[in-house]
């Protein structure tokens, strides 16, 4: 079965530094694989998804990842991290049916002013 | 992409009641997910609802506790029965949107006493 692990459970940084938030998938099919925010208090919000194409793809606020089919990997970056980008961060990948959505256990990014 | 309304926000239920969350969409869908987040927790997949077909559950999760009806395209009910604290968690609705990613309910937050 489709696992996703995220080698990061709590990042601190301080304001413009650089992020990468690892992010491995076990099951070597054909995946689409996504990022999503989960901001305090608020629900699940798309940063950013790779069906194909491009590896390297952009989302929103700056951030982007990149697809390393060879590594299994699909790690999310940002170059200068904001106070308000302090969330929980999750890694998604489809199931090896292709339907539903497997999530990693989630990074929580602390971002000091 | 999908718009989602999900029912009720948040629940307080006895132990041993039961509590059905209603998941209504506003476009047809062949499958939808029903997922949950114990606290502090990643989202865990519970099962995938498919129109006139019995849903399909991950490993760990059994019919008896969390009956599903999906009667049409548009909608699909998650009923958590016998509850115990531990149930106490968010409960979440999914589906597909193609190219816009997968589509989250805004969650139903159930605290069992």
């Known amino acids: 079965a489709q696992s996703v692990s995220q080698h990061n459970h709590h990042v601190i940084l301080s304001e413009a530094a650089s992020l990468e938030l690892g992010c491995n998938y076990s099951y070597g099919g054909t995946v689409n694989l996504f990022w999503y925010v989960q901001y305090p208090g608020q629900h699940l919000q798309l940063l950013l998804k790779?069906?194909?194409?491009?590896?390297l793809v952009k989302g929103i606020k700056g951030f982007e990842a990149e697809f390393i089919k060879s590594k299994f990997s699909f790690n999310l970056r940002k170059p200068s991290v904001q106070w308000s980008d302090t969330a929980e961060y999750f890694c998604a990948v489809t199931n090896q049916a292709g339907t539903a959505l497997i999530f990693g256990k989630g990074t929580t990014l602390s971002v000091s002013s | 992409s999908a718009v989602i309304s999900q029912k009720p926000s948040r629940d307080i239920c006895q132990r041993g009641t039961s509590l059905t969350i209603q998941c209504q969409v506003d476009s047809q869908v062949t499958m939808m997910f029903w997922y949950r987040q114990q606290p502090g927790q990643s989202l865990t997949l519970i099962a995938t609802?498919?129109?006139?077909?019995?849903?399909?559950?991950e490993s760990g999760f059994v019919i008896d506790k969390f009956p599903i009806s999906r009667p049409n395209l548009t909608f699909s009910t998650l009923t958590v029965s016998n509850l115990s604290p531990e149930d106490s968690s968010i409960y979440l609705c999914?589906?597909?949107?193609?190219?816009?990613?997968?589509?989250f309910g805004s969650g139903t937050r159930l605290t069992v006493v």
């Open positions: 999914s589906v597909d949107g193609g190219s816009y990613g997968y589509t």
């Open positions: 790779y069906f194909s194409g491009d590896p």
């Open positions: 609802a498919n129109q006139g077909s019995e849903a399909t559950y």
